[in-house]
């Protein structure tokens, strides 16, 4: 597995890279140079090793980490399949993220599958994500952001049993500034340096758990060391601004060839743009419980 599996070592890990933190006076110009080319290697180098294993699968939303993802395993001809998930509610408007999803899939050539899940089908999936986190993870995040990435990945499965080497963008947004509390934080650097270091227990034991039911292996290029050393020593100023997050690696992604359109696309986490986390809640309410948590608690 390419994720982190102890919480010591990782803990230990960003302690150690915070220690030797030292900020950059690069110009902005050689920095957007160098992420990109550390992350293209970085994408490519964990590639490979996938393919030693089996058929890679990439978690699609159309934002800019997992379209940055696709496109450099398309740039460099290597075979992958994308899926993007979405609960629907007939009433409701199509989920964001499948919507969003369409225009990069299509106009960037990619081998792209969509679901769109019923209610009953979300009942399910709750219930297998539930039980397979178990009480110590199953919160109302854990189930709405690990509810989206079970039903992704059985329908991969589904397209292909020999995908089991699936990517996505995780870390991504702790390296770049990219959550509402980085914008609303006084000093945003040190805040991204405090989400990696809890990411252990607020992501990584998730995924861990999803990938151990499910026989994947989950590939995460955005926690690689090196990328994440480097990434933290880029000025604060050149990640967030008052109106836009991710601007360094939104900028990357442009110079490696993605479109501006699709590089600077706005994305909302995987539990809203999936819309999984409304799926949750309405069958809250339907089995008579006022909070997720409970219906939550119900389903343990």
């Not at 509402?180 to 995924?207: P, V």
Request: hydrophobic residues 40%; negative net charge.
């Amino acid at each position: 597995m390419n994720l982190p599996t102890d919480k010591k070592i990782w803990e230990e890990l960003i302690s150690s890279l915070k220690s030797e933190e030292k900020i950059t006076s690069e110009s902005k110009e050689n920095i957007i140079k160098e992420l990109a080319k550390r992350t293209e290697e970085t994408i490519l180098s964990q590639a490979k090793t996938a393919l030693t294993k089996g058929k890679i699968g990439v978690l699609f939303s159309g934002g800019v980490d997992s379209t940055l993802i696709a496109f450099i395993l398309k740039k460099h001809n290597i075979p992958f399949k994308t899926l993007t998930i979405g609960f629907w509610d007939e009433d409701q408007k199509l989920p964001e993220d499948i919507v969003e999803s369409r225009e990069p899939a299509k106009e960037l050539g990619f081998d792209h599958k969509e679901s769109i899940l019923s209610f009953e089908d979300m009942k399910e999936i709750f219930e297998e994500t539930v039980k397979l986190l178990g009480p110590e993870l199953a919160n109302a995040v854990n189930v709405g952001v690990g509810s989206v990435e079970v039903a992704g990945i059985k329908e991969l499965l589904k397209i292909d049993p020999e995908i089991t080497e699936i990517f996505g963008g995780l870390g991504s947004e702790e390296l770049f500034a990219g959550y509402k509390r980085h914008a609303d934080a006084s000093d945003k650097h040190e805040e991204c340096w405090t989400g990696l270091n809890s990411m252990f227990t607020r992501d990584l034991l998730r995924d861990i758990a999803i990938a151990n039911h499910l026989k994947i292996n989950f590939y995460t290029p955005f926690l690689d060391k090196d990328l994440i050393s480097f990434s933290m020593n880029i000025p604060i100023e050149y990640k967030i601004s008052d109106s836009m997050s991710k601007i360094i690696i939104r900028e990357s992604a442009m110079l490696l060839g993605l479109p501006e359109k699709f590089s600077f696309r706005p994305k909302r986490a995987a539990q809203y743009g999936a819309r999984t986390d409304h799926a949750l809640a309405k069958l809250a309410r339907q089995k008579g419980f006022k909070y997720k948590k409970d219906y939550i608690a119900s389903l343990l």
